[in-house]
Nanobody
Framework: QVQPVESGGGLVQAGDSLRLSCVVS????????IAWFRQAPGKAREFIGG???????NYGTSAAGRFTIARDNEKNTVSLQMDALKSEDAAIYYC???????????????????WGQGTQVTVSS
């Protein structure tokens, strides 16, 4: 059973940093592609970034230069380090798993087969 569980969300001020974590159950974690998405009220789910089994990470346009994704295969964990947060970063952040893995990191949410419940990030200006 593959189950992602996010944590680390909360209320921060604009300009602050926040680190989200995603712990994924399952014996094949090291091969999974893991991605972060977010969804703000009234908006479509947005690709933030992802990381493949070779620890190669790709980022969406809103994250590039401010967010960093890393994985720890010993702990079955992927982190999302968010710096210089803006009010427009406020959203529910989701961790998604592509269990088939591979080198490609899809940006479309339909490509991922397991999702966490999400963690809320609120940014006050």
């Amino acid at each position: 059973q593959v189950q992602p569980v996010e944590s680390g969300g909360g209320l921060v001020q604009a300009g602050d940093s926040l680190r989200l974590s995603c712990v994924v159950s399952g014996n094949s974690f090291m091969y999974y592609t893991i991605a972060w998405f977010r969804q703000a009220p009234g908006k479509a789910r947005e690709f933030i970034g992802g990381i493949n089994w070779r620890h190669t990470a790709n980022y969406g346009t809103s994250a590039a230069g401010r967010f960093t994704i890393a994985r720890d295969n010993e702990k079955n964990t992927v982190s999302l380090q968010m710096d210089a947060l803006k009010s427009e970063d406020a959203a529910i952040y989701y961790c998604a798993v592509l269990s088939a893995g591979g080198l490609n990191i899809p940006t479309g949410s339909t490509q991922y087969d397991y999702w966490g419940q999400g963690t809320q990030v609120t940014v006050s200006s």
